[in-house]
């Protein structure tokens, strides 16, 4: 059998995006699938939850998803849907990174890219930064603009978006300021919250944890281990649940992201493909039960 991390090296992931971004996403999706997963899939019949999650992809395209992964453009969605006040309050969106005004923006802030995945900077301290910080985040964000995250695992709503910069106000817990606000992530299907996860310790050794919609503790593990530590009931859970189901109504999978913080719920972001699908559940029971609760009739 052909190892594919003896030909590509340890970043499979960027190197057969790079090396292999021309040909058409059946095949790459293929050869992406096998790298990271050393299985093949049946785009005919598939069965676990990855393997659907790569079935979305070429089958369930519908348009007014790339309007949802906008990072800018679902700001629209979520004021219609739920109110503008479940929305971390925007200070701009610019198209290059010099046509920002450093000056007019507070200390603290978050910036990051509408149309991809993995840009986000937070910064707690405008005037701690140097020219050099300047230049590095420059350089960071003219790359990042001229990037189509489709081609990175064709994750087809992200395809020609237009690209902004943006910044939001940075929120603080009003109770802990220095403390990092936690994310509650919903896999929803057709509407039904039924598994989520918290992910706690990003900065040093990320961790994830999954619950039930009763908040018990699953044996899930995916992409990270669990903590060794006791993951609090978030206060506003039950509302939680209820706004994940209405913001994935009508949707065959989505996961929604929402933050609780200082007494009031705000949305975070919608991600249709987890991991971008490459990434198996453990114990497999689980990749089972999670693809079993993705209709694809």
Request: hydrophobic letters at 35%; a negative charge.
């Amino acid at each position: 059998m052909i190892d594919l991390r003896k030909i590509f090296g340890r970043n499979i992931r960027g190197k057969i995006m790079y090396s292999l971004f021309f040909l058409p996403d059946k095949p790459y999706l293929q050869l992406f699938y096998f790298a990271t997963t050393r299985k093949f899939i049946n785009f005919k019949n598939p069965q676990g939850f990855c393997e659907k999650i790569q079935w979305l992809k070429v089958n369930d395209r519908r348009p007014e998803y790339s309007k949802l992964v906008d990072k800018l453009a679902v700001r629209e969605h979520i004021s219609s849907v739920l109110g503008e006040e479940y929305l971390f309050p925007l200070l701009g969106a610019w198209e290059s990174f010099d046509d920002i005004d450093i000056d007019s923006l507070p200390e603290q802030f978050v910036i990051k890219c509408n149309h991809d995945s993995g840009s986000t900077k937070v910064i707690k301290s405008k005037s701690s930064l140097t020219q050099d910080d300047f230049d590095e985040m420059k350089e960071f964000y003219t790359k990042r603009l001229k990037r189509d995250f489709f081609y990175a695992g064709r994750e087809y709503p992200y395809k020609g978006i237009k690209p902004y910069i943006i910044a939001e106000k940075l929120m603080v817990d009003e109770t802990a300021p220095e403390k990092s606000i936690e994310d509650y992530k919903f896999f929803c299907f057709n509407g039904e919250p039924k598994v989520m996860f918290v992910a706690t310790d990003r900065a040093t050794d990320c961790k994830f944890d999954f619950f039930d919609m009763e908040f018990n503790h699953l044996d899930l593990v995916n992409i990270h281990p669990n903590a060794d530590k006791q993951i609090p009931k978030p206060a506003m859970f039950e509302e939680m649940k209820e706004i994940a189901a209405k913001l994935s109504k009508g949707m065959r999978h989505v996961r929604v992201v929402l933050y609780e913080l200082n007494g009031k719920i705000y949305f975070g972001e919608y991600t249709f493909f987890h991991g971008g699908g490459f990434q198996l559940c453990h114990p497999a029971e689980w990749e089972k039960q999670l693809g079993d609760w993705i209709d694809i009739t």
